[in-house]
Each structure stands twice: as C-alpha cells, then as structure tokens.
C-alpha cells in the first residue's frame, strides 16, 4: 500500500539519509541544569533533549497539582489522546494514541508489559493512581525495542520508589459517596531503599445506561436503574539493595483487586470482580567500566470473573504471562552506546471458555545503536520476535535530531510495528455463529514523524507532523448464516499534527496542546471509530502565599461509535477547577470540581445506547506528609 501524501515519500528518504550520515561534531561540556530523564523511548536512560521520539512526562508534582483521580483522567490531557470510556470509575476504558485502535497502545509497569493475553486490551480503568510516581507517553512505534502492541506508542508507570524517609497519608470524600484512602511508608540508607503503600478507593457511582435498552423488553429493564459502584484496594511494594558497586538487586510487587458494577439486559446485580497482579525482580550488574548488562524477571497476573446476571451466568477469564528480559549496554566510544538483549514471554490462559489453545511463547533478539551528541545524534533499532501461534515478525526504527542552534531542534524518525492477533481472535472455540481463526496473521503498521522544537525566552513550542499506515487489520467479518470470524481484511490511513505550547505568563504555568488527526478507513474511506479528529487541552496554574490554583480546559471534536457509521457522537468541552491550601509543612487541603458546567456527553454506545458520562464532580481530601 502507498501513502497518499507525496511528503511521506521525501521525508522518509530525508530520515533514511541523515541516519548513516557520519557525525564529526565534538561533544560539549555538559550543562549543570539536567533536563528530565527518560528510559522508554530507547530501553535506555537518555534525557529528553536526547530521545528522539516524541514524550511527555507526566512527574508526581504533575499528579498533585491536577489532582486527578483516575489514569484515564490524568491521561486524557494528553497531546494526541482520544479517551473512550463506558461510563464513570471502573468502567470499561481505553486509550487511542495518534488516531491507532486502543489496542495499539502497549502499556508497561516498572518496565514489565501488562495486560490480558484473551482480549488484548489493558484494564487501566483497574490502575491505582495513587501508587504511582510518573508517567512516560512515547508516541510513535516502539515494536522494534518491545514487540507487540506498539503501534501507536508506549505508556509506561512507574510506581512509587522514594528515594528518603517519608511518610505519607490521605483521606478524600466527594460526589456519590466517594471515598478514597491512602498511605505509604519509604525509608532509605546509602546501600538499600524500600516503599510501600495502601489504598482503598470506593464510590456508589451513577447510572451509566438505566432503562435505556429496549431488549429484552423496557419494563425488564426498568429493574436496571440503580447506581453502578466501584471499590478497588491496592497495595504496592518497591525494594533494593546495592551489594557492591558492580551489583545492584531490586524488586517490585503491585495488586489491585476489587469490584465494579455495570448495566446488562434486565440485570441490576451484573458485576466484575477483578485482580490485576506484578511480581518483577531485576539484577543490574557492571561487567566493566564500558558494559552494563540487566536481568529481569516478571509475572503478570490478570483475572477477571463477570456474574452477567443474577447468580444464573457467569464467565471468568484469567491470563498469567511469564517474561524473562536480558539487555546488555555497551559503551562503545563516549557517545556510542550498543544495545543488545533477549525477551522471552509465556502466556497461559485459564478460563470458562474451552480456547482451542490456552498457552503461547514468543521470543525475541533486539539491537539498538544510539550515538548520543550534542548537536547530532541518531538511533537505529531491529528486532526479531518468533511466535509459537504466527511464526516470526521483523520490526525496525529508525531517527536522527539535529540542534541548528541551542534555541531550535528537528527530528526524523521512521519505524515499523505489530500487533499480535489475541487468544480471543485465534482460539475462541467454534459454535453455530463464531470461531476462533489460527490463520490471522499480525496487524502491521509503517509511522513517520518530523518534529519541531523551538525554545523562546521562557517558551517552549513543539510541533509534529506523524503519517501511518495500518494494514492487514484484524476485523470481524459476517458469514451469515455461515460460521463467522475475525479476518485480516482492513487497512488504514493516519495523518496527523500535535502541537505544544508551554510557559510562564503573568505568574500562571500554562501548558496547552492540540492535536488535528484525519484516521481514515482505506476500504471506504470514512472515519475510524471511536476516536476524535480535533482535540485540544490547556492547563493554568498559579500560587499566592500558601494557596495554590488552577483550571483545565479538554475539548474534543465529534467522533463515530462505529466505522462507516453515518450518526455522529458529538464533540464537547469540559473545564476542571481546583485548589489547595497548605496549613503548614505537613498538612494541605485540597479540593476540585470536575466537569464544572455539568456538560453533558458521550464517549462510546453501547448496542446503539449512550453511555452516560460523569455529571459535575466534587471531591475535597486532606493529605499529610513528613
């Protein structure tokens, strides 16, 4: 398939050129003022003025000041991000980045891929804000350092870890009957670290369909209208020690589990109950002064068991997936640095339903080459993924940056991705309308992306234009009165451009970016589902004495529930409010109003019916910290 923009064509040939260029340029001294470091982007620790791809670090000052109470939330603001969500806490929610499928988003933990082996998706509705410390958004593919699932980026969390003595709690109450609790411990010496936390979150939640369906009938239906609850409890654990100088253990333990309530056909008690489960150990060792090599060891744990009606149906789907990751980093010349490392992943699947294949192993060879300079630098990466289910799949980047001078950046980078086809797509067993098919063969995709950054005064602008193609989509395909099944039969086309603005004006920090996506179904060329043309968001915040403020704005152009729908869901805008009080060293008062005007929208339908949105929401906590 050829892209329909001519510009794709030069600029690739551009990114192709200036990757072998060889650099002759003398490293600087480095500056005292180190910008933020980032690992996802390259598997290594580079800073963001280094990393090629497009990132956005969401830091745990970022956390505190948006108070937001959820991923999705804190997400959402996000360059380049259309949410999708059935409801409020709880609900079934995902992530299109860059105008890709929500499945096209790999999702990490302390560097460990998470998520469900049958569906493909990643419960991030089940992942507790308040153990994490920040956030990495990389956007642009990532297959050719991770695998599967980053076709439209990677977003990687990473939990609390403090580095000194603290101890932290909070208590919050808010908006139908929400209640939220948290605590943490860390305590440090100069060879050892170790964190924990707890949490306990639990609302009564609203109505998120009611009496909407017409099926069965409207009076069964009527019995549907109660509030849809959510409570998730959660406790996280990060240990270390430094036996010597060369040799460094660490660990990490995550587990959130809990219950969510949703609106079936006539059944107000339909539920879920869920466990999401990371066990992950690590040995970094120094080989010499010029090599380091780091052994990871992981076990993720996803379950989920759905009463789909009142004690007369349930279903229960859970995945376990083993990784072994070894990656070696050898300086080669002070601004050389060869990657070289091995991923082994098993999953297996324990589940109601009888799956053709309830296991698969892929394994994998990745090599990165970084030369790391001050005016130039460049990345090139391949990998090499061999699957048990589809036999085996090459993947590539490429990217080079340029400094014309200190004020103005430009980067290039080109790459390849792939999504696995899922054990629900491959292996669902066979009845009289729908089955599994073992010949689907990986989704692919092909990204470009040039990048502007220029820094004036105390402003910092970015612009990106990015083009992708998707093809051999895995889409459900009617045989009626056949046996139907997912088919590798669409293809894709995703042009786009996010841009970026933040700096200080008149005492406030304001952030704000907009993305313009055009993603285009190539068979019919309507608009892929689910996800927004135009979005845009602006964040403003300032303090005075011990009094600190802010507002958000998100505003989100119309969308189509379906592909090939001719209905629109429209756009909407919503403004955040918020404020803290800090009493003291210790003590701070917070409190916000989500959603301020009381906007009512819709993100997705459910069998043709809206999904109600959050109404106006207010939640006041008290925090203290040592």
């Known amino acids: 398939m050829t892209h329909k923009s001519p510009f794709f064509k030069i600029a690739l040939s551009v990114s192709t050129l200036s990757v072998f260029l060889t650099p002759a340029i003398v490293q600087a001294e480095s500056s005292e003022n180190m910008p933020q470091i980032v690992v996802t982007a390259t598997r290594t620790a580079n800073t963001v003025d280094e990393t090629l791809a497009p990132v956005t670090i969401i830091s745990q000052e970022d956390i505190k000041r948006t108070q937001a109470s959820s991923l999705s939330e804190l997400l959402r603001a996000t360059p380049s991000i259309s949410l999708t969500s059935n409801g409020g806490f709880g609900s079934n929610s995902g992530i299109s980045l860059r105008g890709t499928n929500t499945d096209h988003v790999l999702y990490m933990i302390d560097g460990v891929p998470i998520g469900s082996a049958t569906s493909g998706t990643t419960a991030i509705q089940y992942i507790p804000l308040s153990q994490v410390e920040r956030i990495e958004i990389v956007r642009g593919p990532r297959s050719s350092l991770y695998g599967s699932d980053a076709i439209g980026g990677v977003i990687q969390i990473f939990t609390k870890k403090d580095s000194q003595k603290n101890i932290t709690a909070s208590a919050g109450y808010g908006s139908d009957n929400t209640r939220e609790v948290t605590a943490s411990y860390a305590n440090s010496n100069e060879q050892s670290y170790f964190s924990g936390g707890l949490s306990a979150f639990n609302t009564d939640g609203y109505d998120f369909f009611g009496h909407q369906f017409a099926w069965p009938s409207p009076a069964a239906n009527a019995a549907d209208e109660d509030d849809d609850g959510y409570e998730n409890y959660s406790l996280s654990l990060n240990a270390g020690h430094q036996v010597n100088n060369d040799l460094k253990l660490s660990g990490i333990f995550l587990r959130s589990q809990g219950e969510n309530e949703y609106d079936g056909y006539g059944n107000k008690n339909t539920r879920t109950e869920f466990t999401e489960q990371l066990l992950s150990g690590t040995i970094d060792l120094s080989l010499s002064d010029l090599w380091t090599t780091h052994l990871k060891l992981s076990r993720n744990y996803d379950k989920q068991y759905n009463q789909l009606s009142a004690g007369t149906a349930q279903s229960k789907f859970n995945t376990k997936t083993d990784l072994l990751s070894w990656q070696n980093d050898i300086t080669i010349r002070d601004y050389d640095l060869l990657s070289l490392g091995i991923d082994y992943k098993d999953d297996k699947v324990d589940s109601s339903t009888e799956f053709s294949e309830k296991s698969r192993w892929n394994k994998a060879v990745f090599a990165q080459y970084q030369y790391l300079g001050d005016i130039f630098n460049t990345q090139v990466s391949v990998r090499y993924d061999d699957n048990e289910a589809f036999g085996s799949h090459n993947t590539w980047n490429m990217g ?21 086809p899922t054990f629900n797509d491959m292996y669902w ?18 990204t470009f992306d040039f990048g502007v950054e220029i820094t004036t005064g105390n402003t910092l602008w970015t612009a990106h234009y990015f083009a992708t193609e998707v093809t051999n989509l895995i889409t459900y395909v009617s045989s009626y009165p056949a046996v139907s099944m997912m088919e590798n039969v669409d293809e894709a086309n995703i042009d786009g451009v996010e841009l970026t603005v933040a700096t200080e004006l008149f005492g406030w920090q304001l952030g704000a970016n907009a993305s313009f996506i055009d993603p285009i179904d190539d068979s019919t060329g309507k608009m892929l589902s689910r996800r927004s043309k135009r979005n845009l968001n602006i964040s403003l915040d300032s303090s005075s004495g011990a009094f600190s403020y802010g507002a958000s704005v998100t505003a989100s152009s119309e969308r189509f529930n379906k592909t090939n729908e001719r209905e629109q869901l429209p756009g ?41 949105q959050p109404d106006r929401f207010i939640f006041t906590s008290i925090h203290y910290e040592m």
């Open 400 to 420: 080079t940056g340029f400094n014309l001078d200190k004020n103005v950046r430009i980067t290039t980078s080109y790459g390849t991705a792939y999504k696995a």
């Open 429 to 446: 067993p066979a009845d009289a309308f729908y089955s599994g098919n073992p010949d689907l063969k990986p989704e692919e995709s092909k």
């Open 572 to 612: 909407f805008g919503l403004m955040n409010i918020r404020a803290a009080w800090s009493i003291n060293q210790q003590w701070t008062l917070k409190a916000k109003v989500d959603n301020l005007f009381d906007k009512q929208y819709v993100l997705t339908q459910s069998g043709g019916i809206d999904c109600n």
